[in-house]
């Protein structure tokens, strides 16, 4: 196929338009994390301003807990924990029932399969006033841990769906030969799929992970004290009904966003995989 | 792609077992494997999936309620004979098809344009994934600053460059609000459906393009006549995930729009939030949650009997 000679020029065409619609908006996002407050407020706003300031993400890191930026990195910390915890949990429950579901024929499989997939698929609204009033008699609202108890229900059949898949996918002669070796099935699945699964597991662990750091809704209910809000509500406080702080929001909202974009660019091939195969398998 | 691989190897230890004479007992090692994963989601999910129905049957004055008196299917048909629940069911689905549209038609050519062979492909694709990443708070947070009526960038850099003289409210009119809730969420969602497209798309091999390209037929044609056939398996799986995202949507339109003005964005999953946590109407907002479900779960049969009849047919 020889393509013609505005074929370059197009592509590129596309490639600007691309990157003027997702890079735009960060771009501003930026600007009004270093403008000052008096330039975002004015009609229009000055964003290119003379004097940027860093303010904001000095304020952010050294501010004591109890101030507005100050109880943002307490919320960084919160969602890292919550979020990490839940990784943890759901890879560990995660790998021996997909290990289960990919290898093993037991009665009534695939309605138990079938249980997980529809918890999956239950709208939050759905179980969220039971959950509360439990939460409450356990007292366990507005902790860390109710989150992580909460956020692993919906990571682990995620998890579940995703390396069932994989591990379906991957020889049985390779933990044959291992059994035979005197492994036991649990022996074998340790030693032996999982090495080899390390990239089903890698997705599985990162798209769980921004999964849980995303959430708001859950946390929006649950929580209501600096210690245990997560980074999504305290953004959302920023905007509020009493505030418009859109440089703390701007300067937060990068911030948030730094995790999720690093993980994602670093390990692209890993998570576009995993995103393919938890939709498509 | 590994769809074939499934078959094959579920079989082998069934006539591997079968040649030894004996079924392996499996189902205690099943179990005790599973139990973790069973505890940790069915343990919290079992009992208020069951809670949440039993409080749509009956009539709840509190959520704390232990005392029930059965009011059958009352709160359904009030529900379903309210105008207003009407008016939510209809603008959730403009909200589904407008945004399920845009992310599609956009989806579909972004992922014709990720998949092309050209110097710096890379950096476009980091960029569709750095999109996609964004959390959806900082993006909903970021696009109501955009578009903010009073101190927004948007107005800002339009009356800059002269575009416009007075300022807009960007979100001010109800339907209006919908339609621009609706691109933001595709703003945030394309880059998703492009790599789920994408992924596909690479699946399919160069000699097909070639013969066709072979018999004269141009980009275009190669685009319809190739392209979108192939990718119909994918192209319905993202649809009916897309369905059901759109009917659960919620961050974007509480940080947005609180489900204004006029109620223009409350959507069936807002709706549902409002009926629960502000008017403390449990019980109706617990059947409305439950119709939702309903809906969704429908969507989930027809979702798996598409992946079943997938994994035989394509790969």
């Not at chain 2, 509190?62 to 379903?80: I, K, V």
């Not at chain 2, 004269?216 to 398996?233: E, H, N, Y």
């Amino acid at each position: 196929m020889r393509p013609s000679r505005f074929y370059r020029p197009a592509m590129y065409l596309c490639g600007a338009l691309l990157a003027v619609v997702v890079l735009g908006p960060f771009a501003l996002l930026l600007l009004a994390s270093v403008s000052p407050q008096a330039g975002l407020l004015g009609k229009p706003p000055d964003l290119w301003p003379d004097s940027p300031t860093l303010d904001r993400y000095a304020a952010i890191f050294t501010q004591a807990a109890g101030g507005v930026a100050g109880d943002f990195r307490v919320a960084l910390v919160n969602s890292l924990v919550v979020a990490g915890c839940s990784v943890a949990v759901s890879l560990v429950t995660g790998v021996l029932g997909a290990y289960a579901f990919a290898r093993l024929r037991f009665p009534g499989r695939r309605l138990v399969l079938f249980v997980f997939m529809l918890t999956y698929m239950m709208p939050p609204l759905a179980l969220v006033v039971p959950m509360y009033m439990t939460g409450a008699a356990l007292g366990l609202l507005d902790t860390r841990t109710s989150l992580v108890v909460v956020y692993c229900s919906f990571t682990t059949p995620f998890v579940l769906w995703l390396l069932s898949g994989y591990f379906r996918a991957l020889p049985a002669e390779l933990e044959e030969a291992a059994r035979i070796d005197g492994c036991g099935r649990v022996g074998a699945l340790v030693r032996v799929v999982l090495p080899v699964a390390r990239p089903g597991l890698i997705s599985a662990g990162l798209l769980a992970f921004l999964m849980a750091w995303d959430e708001f809704f859950y946390s929006l209910i649950f929580t209501s004290s600096p210690a245990s809000k997560t980074v999504p509500v305290a953004l959302a406080e920023f905007t509020g009904r009493y505030s418009l702080d859109f440089g703390l929001m701007a300067a937060g909202g990068l911030l948030a966003a730094v995790p999720p974009v690093l993980i994602a660019l670093i390990f692209q091939k890993h998570i576009t995989r995993g995103l393919a195969a938890g939709a498509v398998k | 792609m590994s769809l074939t691989l499934r078959r094959p190897t579920s079989t082998a230890p069934r006539t591997a077992g079968a040649r030894r004479g004996k079924v392996e007992r499996q189902w205690p090692l099943a179990l005790a494997l599973l139990a973790p994963a069973m505890v940790v989601v069915f343990g919290v999910v079992l009992y208020p999936m069951g809670r949440t129905l039993v409080l749509s049957l009956v009539d709840a004055t509190s959520a704390l309620q232990t005392e029930f008196t059965f009011s059958g299917l009352s709160n359904y048909t009030a529900l379903l004979s309210n105008s207003e629940f009407w008016a939510t069911v209809w603008r959730t689905a403009v909200f589904t098809v407008f945004s399920t549209a845009v992310e599609l038609v956009v989806g579909l050519l972004l992922a014709q344009f990720l998949n092309q062979r050209i110097r710096g492909q890379w950096f476009f694709r980091s960029l569709v994934v750095l999109a996609w990443a964004l959390p959806t708070i900082v993006s909903a947070n970021m696009w109501r600053w955009i578009l903010h009526p009073e101190y927004g960038a948007l107005n800002g850099l339009l009356m800059h460059l002269g575009l416009l003289d007075s300022y807009k409210d960007w979100i001010g009119g109800p339907t209006q609000a919908l339609f621009v809730v609706a691109l933001v969420d595709a703003w945030k969602t394309t880059p998703l459906v492009a790599i789920l497209l994408l992924a596909s798309m690479q699946t399919i091999g160069d000699d097909v393009y070639e013969a066709a390209a072979m018999d004269g037929a141009g980009a275009v044609r190669r685009f319809l006549s190739i392209t979108i056939p192939m990718l119909k398996p994918a192209i319905a799986v993202v649809l009916v995930l897309r369905t059901i995202e759109a009917f659960k949507v919620f961050d974007i339109i509480y940080i947005m729009t609180r489900g204004g003005p006029d109620s223009g964005t409350t959507t069936i999953a807002f709706y549902t939030y409002l009926q629960a946590f502000s008017n403390q109407e449990f019980s109706l907002g617990s059947a409305a949650a439950y119709l939702t479900v309903l809906f969704i779960f429908v969507l989930s049969l027809v979702y798996l009997r598409m992946l079943r009849t997938d994994s035989g047919g394509t790969a």
